[in-house]
């Protein structure tokens, strides 16, 4: 988890945080979807993790502090475009 020490990676932890959070909630509608998640919400889902991630990428850029997590899976999170959980 070190890797996630700098400024991006601050961000990046903190909006996963937030997804952990939320994840109670989002079980409801997107229990096994793969979600963009940013700024506390679910900004979009699909049923692949690439489909997500390259998603994510497209409309927010590689700076962006998105998470890519699937929901109901606490196995692996891709968070951001360059860190995994």
Known sequence: ?????????????????????????????????WVVFLDGEVKADYAEEYEAYLAGVKKFG?????VVAQVGRPVTATIGPALRL
């Open 62 to 66: 590689n700076e962006s502090p998105f």
């Open 1 to 33: 988890m070190k890797r996630a020490a700098n400024g991006h990676g601050k961000r990046v932890l903190r909006e996963y945080r937030r997804f952990e959070a939320a994840l109670p909630k989002l079980l409801r509608r997107y229990r096994d979807r």
